[in-house]
Each structure stands twice: as structure tokens, then as C-alpha cells.
């Protein structure tokens, strides 16, 4: 068994097991570099550093996860791939390879429980993708709900194995931030969001217009939506945060980071002004 005490090595360590599985050479030739969200490792790995686990058993937990997640947004962007049908195919067969790596992984443990539960993650995570991307989410608040599942639903499904559910909060409201500032980077930036595509089709539901040749005043009204969520989960997380079991330096400097990235657009409006 390896012994490593820091949050920070294991962290390194884990991390770099993952981009050993992820970043297969060939692959990488064809399709986009597989995003590994760091924040998710960390989380996951400060969540069992305090259950009687051994490091084996959280980089197998911590590896199973993040591969299964990895192959979700592997599958996410066949919908956006190029019309080259090599990318198109390696991209869903490098999602099925990455889903493979995980059921092995889980299943050399002949852990059936944990590959149950993060099974119900999958579903459920799949189910709210449709609704997003289709535009089935017939309200503002049925849309944020699809968003923060698909974040979140494999680690809450980890936390709630783990009898852990205190984090489940936390982990659902962080994840829901980053996701909704990452979405509004790309739209304030390159004018393009799933998200607030969606966004798009329930608010302004009789308009036809592309996303971004919507007025300067209706983009706004978008992006202040979007800040009032950001706003309520930012203030849900500083409220908990106290309450967690167990909260490391360097989760807790990531959770500072990520909070401080957002400035409202109201804010950015008259400073621009």
C-alpha cells in the first residue's frame, strides 16, 4: 500500500494517474485533449482522506470516477465535432474506451455497489444532458436544475456511498458555479453556450435570432439570469462551508478562487460605462 500523507501529493499522484489512461497518444492525434477537471479530483480525494480508506482503495474510487466522467464529456462533443467522420468515430470510441477503463477498474475491485451507484450517476447525468441540449426544460429553474445534476451527479452519488452526505451541497453548489462561469466566459467571449442557448429558447422563446445576434439588452437580461444563480449558489457555499467534516488548505484556496472569479455584469456594465 502506498502511504501518502499531504493532500497535495495524492492529489499529484492521482492526477497523474489519470492523464497516463486519458492521454493516449493516437487519440490525441484526432480528437480534443480530454478535459480532467482537477477540482473534481481534489474534491474526491478530500471527501475519503478522513474515511478509513487506503490510498489504493481512493485512486481506484478516484480513478473509476473521473473515467466515467471524462468518457461523459468525451460523448458530449461528438455533437460539435467537425464533419471529418475519423474524428467523429474516434471521438465516441475513445468516450466507449475511457467507459472501459472504469467498468475494469470497478470491476477488479468486484465492487458492485459503488459500480450500482455511479451507474444511477450516469443515468441520471445522460437523462438532464437530453433536456439541456434538446430544449426540454421548460423553465429558468428546471434548466439550472439539468445543469447542477450533470456537474454533480457523480460525486454526490460517491459522497452518498460513503454515507457522506453533508458534502452533498457543497459539492452540488461549487460545481454549479465553475459550470455557470465557465458558460458565461464562453458567451461573453465567443458568443456561443449551451447553456444560455437554452436560456435562449425559454426566455425569448418566440425570437428566431441566433444566440449572439440577440440585442445588447436581451444578451444582458441573459447574463444577469444567469448572475442571480451564481450569486444564490455563491452564497449557499460561504454560508456551509463551516460545516463540512473536513476542509483542507488546498480545497479551500480552490474554493476562494473560484468564488472571487465572479463579477456580476450589472457590475462590469458600469465599470465599462
Not at 492523464?19 to 478530500?46: A, G, H, M, N
Not at 440577440?214 to 442571480?228: A, G, P, T, V, W
Not at 476542509?247 to 478562487?257: V, Y
Amino acid at each position: 500500500m502506498i502511504s501518502l500523507q499531504d493532500i497535495r501529493d495524492k492529489f499529484t499522484e492521482i492526477k497523474g494517474q489519470v492523464e497516463r489512461r486519458v492521454f493516449d497518444p493516437y487519440l490525441l492525434k484526432y480528437i480534443q485533449t480530454p478535459l480532467i477537471d482537477e477540482d473534481k479530483i481534489l474534491i474526491l480525494i478530500s471527501i475519503m482522506d478522513r474515511l478509513e480508506l487506503s490510498y489504493s482503495e481512493m485512486e481506484n474510487y478516484t480513478l473509476s470516477t473521473m473515467l466515467i466522467q471524462i468518457a461523459l464529456d468525451t460523448h458530449e462533443h461528438v455533437t460539435n465535432s467537425t464533419d471529418d467522420e475519423k474524428k467523429r468515430q474516434l471521438t465516441v470510441l475513445s468516450g466507449d474506451y475511457f467507459s472501459g477503463l472504469y467498468y475494469k477498474l470497478l470491476a477488479d475491485s468486484e465492487d458492485i455497489l459503488m459500480i450500482k451507484a455511479l451507474s444511477e450517476g450516469i443515468k441520471e447525468i445522460n437523462e438532464h444532458k437530453i433536456l439541456v441540449y434538446q430544449h426540454g426544460c421548460d423553465g429558468t429553474e428546471k434548466l439550472m436544475t439539468s445543469i447542477k445534476v450533470i456537474e454533480s451527479s457523480l460525486l454526490l452519488k460517491l459522497s452518498e456511498y460513503f454515507k457522506v452526505d453533508l458534502w452533498n451541497d457543497f459539492i452540488a453548489n461549487l460545481l454549479f458555479v465553475k459550470r455557470l462561469l465557465n458558460e458565461k466566459s464562453q458567451f461573453i467571449q465567443a458568443g456561443s453556450s449551451v447553456l444560455f442557448e437554452a436560456l435562449k429558447k425559454i426566455i425569448f422563446s418566440k425570437n428566431e435570432y441566433k444566440l449572439n445576434d440577440l440585442s445588447n439588452e436581451q444578451q444582458k437580461h441573459l447574463l444577469m439570469i444567469c448572475d442571480r444563480y451564481i450569486e444564490f449558489s455563491k452564497q449557499i457555499i460561504e454560508k456551509g462551508i463551516n460545516q463540512l467534516p473536513y476542509l483542507n488548505e488546498l480545497l479551500e484556496k480552490r474554493i476562494s478562487l473560484i468564488l472571487t472569479q465572479h463579477q456580476p455584469i450589472v457590475k462590469t456594465f458600469v465599470e465599462e460605462g
